[in-house]
């Protein structure tokens, strides 16, 4: 049997981190099986359903790196094909009329909790005669489920689950404006596109048991079902913003890399012995679903932040550069220039090997972009004393007659502490903070290199012009 799976989010927002962990399920198993992943957009809410929310959704797709097979099926458009097969379902004695008004759906419900039953439909119209039908009333259709027995999901992450049939009521499968309801457009655009396994989020076992009910009034085969715990937050409790429940977008946003965030999410309920850092083809090779365990995965960002801090310093120097470049356009407030994109450069083997984000990385790359007079954070202007602004303005004369080399920087910057009766220290962090507006940088030699004689003497006696 060749693999088929589907992503199918509904388009009422952006692409959640829980809906990406999903798609990123479904994407390695069918790469694991060499099968396929589809891509089926359920916008049937037309209201809530945007083009934005469908463009941010394919957006995310993308920029994870998870690519989908054959053409975007969009539900909505499809709706004439559930309803054929709703009315196939009442021609086959399989679903019956319900002429059921509002207010008596109402009172049903009103009875069913004062009597503290659970809340379902009574069957009103499951037996009646047609002829008792009220004349000029648009029937909603109800599937004839089950009274008897129960319904069993053998599903391959939450083992065998049964329902009894006496929980589940007759569901309303086309309404009576004709439009045609969830669980019965999800069991046939699943069968229509060949759908082998079913892989999505616990939240829809519920739906599993009605949708069987619908696939065996219709004598289809039922795909396998593989119902993945959702993502709590590092207390346990269920995901909200505080703990990471943003868009795909804001991740990206925030400066994690693709790689970094598809690694992440991987290890979100799946394992592979005490593996941490997992490449893409790595995550093909060993990806299945036996190895997803029950148990909701607790959402961390420092271990999010530590693979991405991984993923960056691996990560090719150029790209880096035109990662950061929008983000520093937007620190400084201006267009880069060439040069100032080639200081980034070439400082970028040192930047990237603290920082845990691009925004992090960004922030520290600030100061080689920065116009002049660069802005000194609050250490590094407790630190130019007038004292160590005079120390500059002597050092200035010594740095003209240099040589711009890191090394021979380094020489004549010590000759020029040891002459002053001073340890390097004292020159060098005075020195660091004009250059760079902080005290922590790159080596400050290599500092000096990138950013050149004319810029770095200019910077330096910015920093001394109000020594006294």
């Given at each position: 049997m060749s693999v088929v799976v589907r992503f199918a989010p509904s388009p009422t927002g952006f692409l959640h981190i829980g809906g990406a962990r999903t798609a990123l399920f479904n994407w390695l198993f069918a790469r694991h099986h060499r099968g396929k992943f589809l891509l089926r957009i359920e916008d049937t809410d037309r209201v809530r359903s945007t083009p934005e929310a469908v463009a941010a959704i394919i957006d995310g797709l993308d920029w994870l790196g998870l690519e989908w097979d054959g053409d975007i099926v969009?539900?909505?458009?499809?709706?004439?094909?559930?309803?054929?097969?709703?009315?196939?379902?009442?021609?086959?004695?399989?679903?019956?009329?319900?002429?059921?008004?509002?207010?008596?759906?109402?009172?049903?419900?009103?009875?069913?909790?004062?009597?503290?039953?659970?809340?379902?439909?009574?069957?009103?119209?499951?037996?009646?005669?047609?002829?008792e039908a009220p004349t000029g009333v648009a029937p909603a259709i109800r599937l004839k489920a089950p009274q008897h027995g129960s319904t069993t999901i053998h599903d391959l992450v939450q083992g065998e689950v049964t329902v009894a049939n006496t929980e589940l009521d007759d569901l309303i499968i086309l309404r009576a404006d004709g439009t045609p309801t969830y669980n019965l457009s999800v069991v046939v655009d699943d069968y229509d596109m060949g759908i082998t396994h079913v892989i999505r989020g616990d939240d829809h076992l519920n739906n599993a048991f009605r949708q069987k009910q619908i696939y065996d009034a219709l004598g289809w085969a039922v795909p396998q079902f593989a119902h993945v715990p959702l993502i709590h937050g590092p207390d346990g409790a269920k995901l909200s913003k505080r703990h990471g429940a943003l868009g795909v977008d804001s991740y990206r946003e925030l400066g994690y890399l693709p790689e970094a965030l598809r690694n992440y999410l991987l290890r979100l309920g799946w394992s592979?012995?005490?593996?941490?850092?997992?490449?893409?083809?790595?995550a093909i090779e060993w990806f299945d679903i036996d190895a997803v365990g029950r148990a909701p995965a607790r959402f961390d960002f420092a271990k999010l932040d530590n693979l991405n801090g991984h993923y960056i310093r691996a990560a090719e120097d150029e790209r880096l550069v035109a990662l950061i470049a929008p983000k520093l356009e937007k620190l400084v407030g201006k267009p880069l220039t060439?040069?100032?994109?080639?200081?980034?450069?070439?400082?970028?083997?040192e930047l990237k090997l603290r920082p845990k984000t691009l925004a992090e990385l960004a922030a520290n790359a600030r100061f080689l972009v920065a116009?002049?007079?660069?802005?000194?954070?609050?250490?590094?202007?407790?630190?130019?004393?007038?004292?160590?602004?005079?120390?500059?303005?002597?050092?200035?004369?010594?740095?003209?007659?240099?040589?711009?080399?890191?090394?021979?920087?380094?020489?004549?910057?010590?000759?020029?502490?040891?002459?002053?009766?001073?340890?390097?220290?004292?020159?060098?962090?005075?020195?660091?903070a004009a250059l760079t507006g902080s005290l922590a940088s790159p080596g400050i030699f290599v500092v000096m290199k990138i950013l050149g004689r004319d810029e770095s003497l200019g910077r330096i006696a910015d920093a001394a012009g109000s020594a006294g």
């Open positions: 969009h539900q909505f458009e499809r709706a004439p094909r559930h309803a054929e097969i709703a009315r196939q379902l009442l021609a086959a004695g399989h679903a019956y009329n319900c002429y059921c008004t509002p207010a008596e759906l109402e009172a049903m419900r009103h009875r069913a909790r004062a009597e503290k039953r659970s809340v379902r439909y009574d069957g009103t119209w499951r037996d009646r005669d047609p002829s592979h012995g005490d593996d941490e850092i997992i490449s893409t083809e790595q060439d040069v100032e994109l080639g200081r980034v450069r070439e400082a970028m083997p116009p002049r007079p660069i802005r000194l954070d609050e250490k590094a202007a407790r630190l130019l004393t007038p004292d160590a602004r005079r120390l500059l303005v002597d050092l200035i004369d010594r740095l003209r007659a240099s040589e711009w080399q890191p090394e021979l920087l380094e020489a004549e910057i010590r000759s020029f502490a040891d002459h002053k009766r001073a340890k390097l220290g004292s020159v060098a962090q005075p020195l660091r």
